[in-house]
């Protein structure tokens, strides 16, 4: 089922309201999930966490519980109190955050100690030198019951023209793109237990997405027409929850806000916005490519 239109590899952000559809209902940071807790014990890191008891029916796993995977917490907590939610990481650095939203932490385990009825993947890949092989260990930790979803990318797609694009487009061939290999075999590992992928636009919000990065730089060498498309972090969870409550398998599903922008479009929101202390100068090839237009010359 499509969620959306013409994608590219490239997030942005525009400062407007979310929009919501059947698959993603639609920002703020994660609140602390109150839930209580049993016992507490120590994990590899010396730090006190929560020992995971007997695993219910809505408990849920999130393996690379970072921006994307505490929204998702968080809504995931809403809609069903009772539940635990558990986090999987590579380092220890981050255990004390999780703990205070709730989510009892581990360490990525070699061999699965607990099987979840719902499993996230959110880590990106650029932390490990398997990526495929990440996917396959958290599929271990899966039940076969609720869902497993993986979080990719729009990137797999081979459209990169301003063209329309949708979930059943040609992806990239393999071996064009390093970036995107990884991708496409993460994805078939997650495909090839039952479980569903979906490949998310850019994701943005406010102090994060390409925005923030091109406000930095002021003045970016890229062509301000090309076309991207987006999706705020907090409709990407929604989406995420909507496909996983709907216990689907094998399903390929495409997430974006169906309004894409230029990237000038994008930077001109900024802009106007009154959010940032600093102003965004401009595309330099748009100023080069159109500096004769406009009568100047060279000196």
Not at 8 to 18: D, E, H, K, Q, S
Not at 76 to 95: L, N, R, S
Not at 196 to 220: M, P, Q, S
């Amino acid at each position: 089922m499509a969620v959306g239109v013409s994608t590219t590899p490239n997030p942005a952000i525009i400062l407007r309201p979310r929009h919501c559809f059947p698959l993603s209902p639609s920002a703020s940071s994660p609140a602390s999930l109150p839930f209580l807790r049993p016992q507490r014990i120590l994990n590899d890191g010396g730090l006190k966490i929560t020992s995971p008891g007997v695993i219910g029916q809505n408990d849920l796993l999130i393996v690379g519980p970072g921006v994307l995977g505490r929204i998702v917490a968080e809504k995931w907590h809403k809609e069903h109190p009772a539940c635990q939610i558990f986090g999987y990481t590579m380092t220890t650095d981050h255990h004390d955050e999780l703990i205070k939203l709730g989510i009892i932490p581990s360490l990525k385990k070699s061999e699965p100690t607990n099987k979840f009825p719902f499993v996230i993947f959110c880590a990106p890949p650029t932390r490990t030198p398997d990526y495929p092989g990440d996917v396959r260990l958290a599929a271990s930790n899966w039940s076969g019951e609720g869902s497993f979803l993986f979080t990719s990318s729009s990137a797999v797609y081979d459209c990169s023209d301003n063209g329309f694009c949708n979930e059943d487009s040609p992806v990239v061939p393999v071996g064009r793109s390093p970036r995107t290999d990884v991708l496409l075999k993460a994805e078939n590992e997650a495909l090839d237990i039952g479980g569903c992928v979906v490949r998310l636009a850019g994701l943005y919000k406010e102090d994060r997405g390409a925005h923030v990065y091109w406000l930095d730089k002021g003045t970016v060498d890229a062509l301000p027409d090309h076309v991207l498309n987006l999706i705020h972090y907090e409709d990407a969870a929604s989406l995420s929850i909507a496909i996983m409550k709907k216990k689907l398998r094998g399903q390929v599903f495409l997430g974006c806000d169906n309004h894409p922008l230029s990237r000038q479009e994008i930077m001109d929101h900024v802009n106007r916005s009154g959010k940032f202390s600093k102003k965004f100068l401009g595309f330099t090839v748009w100023y080069f490519r159109n500096r004769w237009s406009i009568g100047e010359e060279d000196e």
